[in-house]
């Protein structure tokens, strides 16, 4: 159940999925032009493959927004207590999983699909509130050209101990708990 979870919670188009992979790919990212299936999901989790979701979808719609907020910290500890105090005292309804380079993911999970303009919007607004420094928002665009993708970014939980959800307290929470956290 987990798995489907997951794949519920960071999906978007299902034409094309990213993959980060510095051994493979010269900038390390990869865009493959493919189905995206529940078997990537899992070779996911299992530490097989480092995947990475594009939110919009071909008709330009996001059922998750993502405010990545990496940019000022490439030199210094983030403080995550910090931004969960904003997040409490401001009452959002964000997740808050650790990325990949140290930072912040600040996830929007929306109750269907929406155009991709308007989770934009909204992710700006909420940037602006928890954000110290320079961010990047998924989806990168409010449309997607017919003749490409979309950016993508990559999922928590790879290898099922990396890049981990943090609940209100700060508590890194384990892929079970995270599954049933970032439902409610």
């Known amino acids: 159940m987990s798995l489907e979870k997951f794949k519920e919670l960071f999906q978007g188009r299902t034409d094309a999925y990213g ?7 010269t900038t390390g990212y990869n865009t493959i032009h493919a189905p995206l299936t529940l078997d990537h999901y899992r070779k996911h989790l299992a530490g ?19 405010i990545d907020d990496d940019y000022q910290h490439k030199n210094k500890t983030y403080d995550y207590n ?14 808050v999983f650790k990325s990949k380079t140290g930072g912040a993911h ?10 991709a303009v308007d989770v934009r919007h909204i992710l700006k607004k909420l940037a602006y509130q928890l954000c110290e420094g320079k961010f990047d928002l998924f989806p990168r665009q409010d449309e997607v050209p017919a003749d490409s993708y979309g950016s993508f970014i990559n999922l928590p939980y790879h290898n099922q101990n990396t890049r981990v959800l943090l609940n209100s307290e700060g508590k890194e929470l384990s892929f079970d708990e995270a599954m049933l956290y970032a439902s409610t």
């Open 19 to 25: 993959v980060y992979d510095p051994e493979i790919y």
């Open 48 to 66: 097989e493959l480092s995947l990475g979701v594009i939110p919009i979808t071909k008709d330009n719609k996001c059922s998750v927004g993502i």
């Open 82 to 95: 910090k931004l969960l105090q904003k997040i409490s005292l401001l009452e959002l309804p964000v997740s």
């Open 106 to 115: 600040i996830v929007v999970y929306f109750d269907g699909y929406y155009p």
